[in-house]
């Protein structure tokens, strides 16, 4: 198995050919960056260690060229920084017990263009070797620039499958911007208060990130705990964290809306809901 990058990297912890691993993956996450899938997915990384079938798989698009340097990383070189960052995405992948990790090094410019033939070609390679059952993506709304072109690259991607072949469930999580403002009947909750001592651990495995004082770690797990408990005003917490999702079904249906009618419809339904409570006690 070969992408497109002379630095993409594929690691399979439990030493098996990267097809056959990629064949068993049951939840499959593809992020931007190093750390974002344990930021997003540990909801599907839990769902497939409960299972005896099951199989987790992390594709990560970028090579995490320029990313901030601080604390004891701020000496370190760009390419220094890369494998660091390669090595701890590896490091989680083993906590984890994934299927297969995958790193596919593009740069974030090759991502955010549309159609780049590397991303296309990489992305098409992975959605068709495997037929995972739930798909874990950014979501349309995010604040991150990258994190928005390689959902577009993905969802190319699972566009161009045969409607056979394409996932049952396909999620975009929240990463850089919340989604708890969206319509409840809009969003998943995906549980991620489960295994709280793993999440903890796959979160500490991106040292570079958080040595400099940007505790992403304490931040999604917070955020995780907050968004349970703010969910509902009435009821004890039945979860005891969750990550949100937005479901992304309908931007794979055949005559289905466009990325920008989807995200107004949603936008719409959260101006709406916002003004009329407004407007209902004037
Ligand atoms: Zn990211």
Known sequence: MRFSSPQADIYVPDGSAPEAALSRVT??????????????????????????DGGFGGVVVTSGAGSPRSGPYASCTDEQMQTARRHEQREAAR???Y????QLAHPSADVKRAAHPGVAA???????AC??????LHNPMDRHDTHVAVFRRCL?????LSARRRPDRVFGCEVWRDLDWAADADKVALDAGRRPELAGRLLACFESQIAGGKRYDLGTLGRRAANATFHTSHATDRLQGITWALD???????????????????????R???LGRIRAFA
């Not at 990489?122 to 068709?128: E, G, K, M």
């Not at 190319?156 to 161009?160: G, P, V, Y």
């Not at 992304?248 to 959260?270: I, K, M, N, Q, T």
């Open 131 to 136: 037929s995972p059952e739930v798909v874990y």
């Open 122 to 128: 990489d992305l098409a390679a992975i959605f068709s």
């Open 272 to 274: 709406s809901d916002a």
């Open 95 to 97: 906590v984890g017990r």
């Open 99 to 102: 299927a297969i990790q995958i």
């Open 27 to 52: 939840h499959l996450c593809v992020a931007a960056h190093q750390d974002d899938i344990e930021i997003m997915a540990h909801a599907g990384i839990c769902d497939a260690l409960d299972r005896p």
């Open 248 to 270: 992304l079904l309908p931007l794979l249906e055949d005559g289905g809306p466009g990325v920008e009618s989807y995200a107004e419809e949603r936008l719409a339904r959260f």
């Open 156 to 160: 190319e991607a699972l566009r161009s």
